[in-house]
């Protein structure tokens, strides 16, 4: 039960990171690989905040959600933007979604050095409850209730509201929801903000179940939301939130069983597995090619 | 002086391997990012067959290692491509990037690479071994780019339906450059481990993939001095930063993301898109008797196609039913119905793109069945060009046109890596058969301009250009004169006779039938999937069944009976004089009988 738990509460930060990746690469058909660095300044940033304000954890997290948002209506604008109706702008995105990733790292360098970073020792409660016979904080049940509504109204602001539309429209034919009317420019920025705002959050609540983070933090998780979202479907949000939960649950249970130093092979093993057998992942539609 | 940049030296030429390992992917479309995972195969494997002391007392160690490692690398790239090869973009490169992460975790894992101490190598590579790899690794890649194999490569990232019908076998192509890819990482892995003396698994990591595809980019994919160039700014960035005194720690990733971005955002070619390319390959080579002998045509009257019932459904929607149809060598078959009638799927069929649900077909002696690859039919003989324009927009017209003589035209590249005299007259020959093409077509004032650049009517041609390079027995033309003039479509429809009489069979679908009734020996007319009328031109401009089809069945029944005498006398009139009726009409081909008119319905569109 222990073990479950705590794949759970692994498992919800992944899925958050991943459906903000998810949503991106559905909606925009972009893999936006500076994601990862947003995930590590929410983290950061986040830090410092608490260390410097003392602020308490329900108004640290839309604060860091706006600080996500910022970051990511830049990286939209300086490194997805300009490359519209290139060619090679699949290629090119990537490129520049690393560069502008590296760029945010090494200005974070410059702000909060290169060490570990953790928060003030008292900063948060640090009550324990017991479930069905398994330890488990207070922290980590608030952040799981955090990173769990916060997927649920993504996911119901894309399936119902008129943004949503918008996006899905965006996702189906760009050109043609640039003829009816779209704002596709406008969409696109508030895709990336929403995308960017649960990824800065995902880092903070990383960083406050682990109570570490580096610069570093940001690479590892990137891979596991590829696997995520490979396993969960690409482009599809409830299978960012399954796969998430999926491996989250894997890995406890490898750590445990197999062994820790073989951990990461589960990630990549299922990844692998998925995109052999069920390219389209377990959620997402199969895309015909057109003749 | 030099010493003391030794190691940056030898680290510019070791990652522009790294980076030519991408380099053969990302020339066929593909994006792999096992690079680096093969890479540390390579070196650690090696690190358990390269001796101490030369082996039979003259073959160095090095050399073992690094015919090794390349082996290893190329075996392994091929054992990942079985699976992958069939994924694409960002999914193919998810998937060789979760098989570099699996290739660290296992290697990390096992004893004999010591685990995450690492493993120690003899220093068996400086400057030298390093830039003479090098200069292998790129002379190699320079004759590859003008030879048929990089051609072919070519073509697959452009468009790889237009390739497979140009007779290119697309997926064994993949896996070619997928495993030319691994040995160059092989390579890189085992020059690398022998120069650093050192390496344990971590070092071979997601960063260093990314590091390797960014050099590969920045350089630029477009010329083969790519790779040097992308690792000689990228290595040689932080050093000049080092040395005009730019030492804090976060600055210097600053400034190197900053130009990475200036890079990618403002140089679409990277670097190597700056260099004018070489010119070869753009002008013409008017010179008949420099063309190829061709094998000659099959005998005029001999039958091509044979379809029997064939059909195709989709679901419960039956695109073509149970079609009979026979082209013969020679001869011009018109394909004429409204929009939706099955016209498209049914040359596709013939074409090998789909494959029939029922019925059977022979097409130049290769029987039509689900598993016919559309590559075997273009290598039999068969040509196409396509209702919506799949050129090769990158490539000049003339690099277009020589993608299409694939089929007559023999592998060059040990020729040309040897600079045999044969494999100059090879290429002379492809040019001269291509510039006959595009002459042909009247495109030869506009041979080196950028396929995507040219006019709609110009792309069109190209098209039929491109399908005649492979000198094919069977033509098929999907819409050939869509956005044409009636100037255009009536020499459209002269070089359609021409191809006729020097025995070429062609199958035509178009909507133009004032063109179709002049053009064509006989007139398939399809509606709802199944044949309605088969015959002469004449007799179809009679068909009442045809003309219903065309101008539906809708209002009044006088109405529907002065518009049918109408347009029979018209399409009659058209059969007497085609020439002068389009030159007394100049708007003529433009009107009433040549699109599907609004009040029929497209029923497949429908449903």
Redesign the interface.
């Known amino acids: 039960m222990q073990l479950f738990l705590d794949g759970i509460f692994l498992g919800s930060i992944y899925a958050l990171f991943a459906i903000g990746f998810t949503l991106v690469f559905g909606i925009l058909d972009r893999l936006n690989l500076a994601h990862a660095a947003v995930f590590t300044a929410g983290a950061l940033v986040g830090i410092e905040i608490v260390t410097r304000f003392g602020v308490p954890i329900w108004l640290l997290i839309p604060i860091v959600l706006v600080v996500g948002a910022v970051i990511g209506i830049l990286i939209e604008r300086i490194a997805f933007r300009p490359l519209a109706g290139r060619h090679d702008a699949h290629f090119a995105g990537l490129i520049s979604s690393i560069a502008f990733g590296a760029i945010i790292l090494s200005l974070l360098q410059a702000l909060y050095g290169a060490d570990t970073r953790r928060f003030p020792a008292d900063a948060f409660p640090s009550t324990r409850v017991e479930i069905f016979g398994a330890t488990v904080s207070l922290l980590q049940v608030i952040i799981l209730i955090i990173s769990v509504s916060l997927m649920v109204v993504l996911t119901w602001l894309v399936a119902k509201s008129k943004l949503g539309r918008g996006m899905r429209t965006i996702a189906e034919n760009p050109h043609a929801a640039a003829v009816l009317g779209l704002n596709v420019g406008r969409i696109s920025s508030i895709t990336f903000a929403l995308s960017s705002a649960l990824g800065a959050v995902a880092g903070v609540l990383f960083t406050l179940n682990v109570n570490a983070a580096s610069l570093g933090i940001g690479h590892a998780v990137e891979l596991k939301a590829l696997a995520v979202i490979i396993v969960g479907g690409m482009g599809s949000l409830p299978g960012a939130l399954v796969g998430g939960l999926i491996l989250g649950l894997a890995e406890v249970l490898a750590v445990n069983y197999i062994g820790s130093s073989w951990r990461d092979m589960v990630a990549f093993g299922l990844l692998f597995l998925i995109l052999i057998l069920r390219p389209q992942g377990l959620f997402g539609a199969r895309k015909t090619r057109e003749v | 002086m030099l010493a003391e940049y030794s190691s940056l030296i030898t680290l510019v030429a070791l990652t522009a391997i790294l980076a030519y390992s991408f380099y053969a992917v990302?020339i066929a479309g593909q994006?792999s990012l096992a690079q680096v995972g093969l890479a540390s195969l390579a070196a650690f494997t090696s690190a358990l067959v390269v001796p101490s002391e030369p082996l039979f007392g003259f073959i160095p160690p090095l050399v073992i290692g690094i015919v090794f490692g390349m082996f290893v690398g190329a075996i392994a790239a091929f054992i990942l491509g079985l699976?992958?090869i069939r994924?694409r973009?960002?999914?193919l490169?998810?998937?060789t990037?979760?098989?570099g992460?699996?290739v660290r975790?296992?290697l990390?894992?096992q004893s004999w690479t010591n685990g995450a101490q690492g493993l120690s190598f003899a220093k068996l590579v400086g400057p030298g071994v390093a830039w003479i790899a090098l200069v292998v690794v790129a002379y190699w890649f320079w004759r590859l780019s003008g030879s048929r194999l990089g051609r072919a490569f070519a073509a697959i990232r452009e468009d790889e339906?237009a390739a497979t019908t140009m007779g290119i076998d697309v997926p064994r192509y993949r896996m070619a450059s997928f495993v030319i890819a691994g040995a160059v990482a092989g390579l890189y892995g085992v020059l690398l481990a022998h120069f650093s003396r050192f390496a344990d698994p971590n070092e071979f990591s997601?960063?260093a993939a990314?590091d390797g595809?960014?050099t590969a980019?920045?350089g630029g994919v477009t010329l083969f001095v790519g790779p040097i160039l992308g690792s000689a700014f990228l290595s040689v960035l932080p050093e000049v930063q080092r040395v005009i005194g730019i030492d804090?720690?976060?600055?210097?990733?600053?400034i190197?993301?900053?130009l990475?971005?200036v890079v990618?955002?403002f140089l679409?070619g990277g670097l190597s898109g700056l260099i004018p390319r070489r010119k070869s390959a753009k002008t013409l080579l008017d010179n008949p008797s420099l063309q190829p002998t061709l094998s000659p045509l099959p005998a005029a009257g001999s039958e091509l196609v044979n379809l029997s019932s064939l059909g195709k459904s989709y679901g419960g929607v039956h695109a073509v039913q149970s079609v009979d149809l026979t082209v013969n060598a020679g001869e011009v078959l018109g394909l004429i119905g409204p929009n939706g009638a099955g016209k498209t799927t049914l040359v596709?069929m013939v074409t090998g793109?789909?494959p029939p649900t029922t019925g059977t077909g022979k097409v130049l002696g290769v029987p039509l069945s689900p598993s016919t690859k559309a590559h075997r039919l273009a290598q039999a003989g068969v040509a196409r060009t396509f209702q919506q324009i799949k050129l090769f927009?990158?490539l000049s017209a003339l690099e277009n046109v020589l993608v299409g003589g694939y089929r007559i035209t023999q592998d060059t590249l040990l020729r040309r890596l040897l600079f045999l005299p044969s494999a100059r007259r090879l290429e002379r020959e492809a040019v001269a058969m291509a510039s006959a093409q595009l002459i042909r077509v009247g495109l030869g004032d506009k041979a080196a301009n950028a396929a995507g650049d040219l006019s709609y009517g110009d792309q069109r041609r190209l098209e039929i250009a491109r399908a005649l390079a492979s000198h094919p027995s069977l033509l098929v033309l999907d819409e050939p004169a869509a956005g044409m003039n009636h100037v255009e479509a009536a020499s459209l429809s002269d070089l359609i006779r021409s191809l006729a009489a020097d025995g070429i069979a062609v199958l035509v679908i178009e909507h133009n039938v004032r063109m179709m009734l002049a053009t064509c020996d006989r007139i398939m007319v399809l509606n709802f999937g199944e044949v309605i009328a088969a015959g002469k031109p004449s007799d179809i401009a009679r068909d009442p069944r045809v003309l219903e089809a065309y101008l539906g069945s809708a209002g009044s029944d006088d109405d529907v009976e002065a518009a049918t005498v109408l347009a029979s006398e018209n399409l009659a009139h058209v059969l007497d004089d085609p020439t002068s009726e389009q030159q007394e009409h100049p708007t003529g081909t433009g009107t009433a009988t040549d699109t599907t008119p609004d009040g029929t319905t497209t029923p497949e569109e429908n449903r």
């Open positions: 990302l994006l699976p992958v994924l973009g960002v999914f490169a998810i998937a990037l979760a098989f992460e699996m975790i296992f990390i894992n339906l997601f960063t990314v595809l960014v980019v920045v804090a720690g976060w600055i210097r990733p600053t190197s993301g900053v990475l971005l990618i955002l679409p596709n793109l789909t927009n990158r």
